[in-house]
């Protein structure tokens, strides 16, 4: 597998790494969290197969994915965040396999499950990212994907993309302490506020605030302490490349692969400002 890629794709995977191996050991994530983020594929669908994720980060994802006992998981990663991802798998009891490498040139016979979550709108050719998820989709085999969307980020583009055009070119710790950490109070304080005032309250108070920015997203992470948004708004900044895709280009790639089986396609949109989708590989 080749190890090289546009200077771009090659910039945003070592930063990543950056952040990835500045975190303790184990996934980022809870077990609910990853499970939300996969369906409606399930742990049916994992159990006994061979399961593919491309852009493994730190293995945060592929610790759950292993839990859900595949045959045999592979993780693909540009950075060295794979060092990280190896770390956090010793204990696995699955068959697993991390490889550095660039996702887009990734080639192989072929997985039951391939997913990529939270990669492809860091690519610089998102697309080229998405041919490669159903390229190692073997015949009826399933993929499963989630990008930040541009529909519901306005905010987020208009605040947060400015600052990330300046923040990605400084020392990792600089964007870390100086800027995410100062940066996430106020929308740590917005979520959990979110969070407070329409809990247990009545539909018309919850309709009244769903008007706001962020809303749905904003009760999703108000769960998570402020750490874990820190976290968040550090791979906001961090990174040198990011694009938010519009329902219609997904639905587009969808339709035009002429790999992809029609009739099992899905798109589902995600906590008000992200895209899951995902389908089949046709069979032959």
Not at 242 to 252: A, F
Request: charged share 20%; with cysteine.
């Amino acid at each position: 597998m080749q190890t090289t890629t546009n200077s771009v794709d090659e910039q945003t995977a070592q930063a990543f790494s950056t952040s990835w191996n500045n975190l303790p050991s184990g996934s980022v994530y809870t077990v609910e969290q990853f499970t939300e983020w996969m369906a409606p594929v399930s742990k049916e669908d994992v159990q006994g197969r061979e399961v593919l994720e491309l852009g493994c980060g730190n293995g945060s994802l592929m610790v759950h994915a292993a839990g859900w006992k595949p045959s045999r998981i592979v993780g693909v990663d540009l950075g060295d965040s794979v060092l990280s991802a190896r770390s956090n798998m010793r204990d696995s009891q699955a068959d697993w396999e991390v490889l550095q490498g660039d996702l887009t040139q990734f080639e192989s016979a072929g997985f039951d499950l391939v997913y990529c979550i939270g990669v492809l709108h860091h690519l610089k050719q998102p697309r080229s990212g998405f041919e490669a998820v159903v390229r190692n989709t073997r015949p009826g085999g399933r993929f499963h994907c989630w990008v930040y969307a541009r529909e519901g980020n306005g905010v987020v583009r208009l605040v947060v993309e400015p600052m990330r055009r300046i923040a990605c070119k400084l020392p990792w710790w600089t964007t870390k302490y100086l800027l995410a950490t100062p940066a996430v109070v106020p929308y740590f304080l917005y979520a959990k506020f979110l969070s407070m005032v329409t809990s247990g309250g009545t539909k018309r108070l919850r309709s009244l605030f769903a008007k706001l920015p962020l809303f749905e997203y904003s009760l999703w992470i108000a769960r998570r302490d402020f750490a874990f948004f820190r976290h968040v708004a550090f791979d906001q900044l961090v990174t040198p490349q990011t694009c938010y895709i519009p329902e219609r280009e997904i639905r587009e790639w969808l339709r035009t692969h002429p790999a992809v089986d029609p009739g099992s396609t899905y798109v589902i949109f995600r906590n008000g400002n992200s895209w899951k989708f995902g389908g089949r590989a046709r069979v032959e």
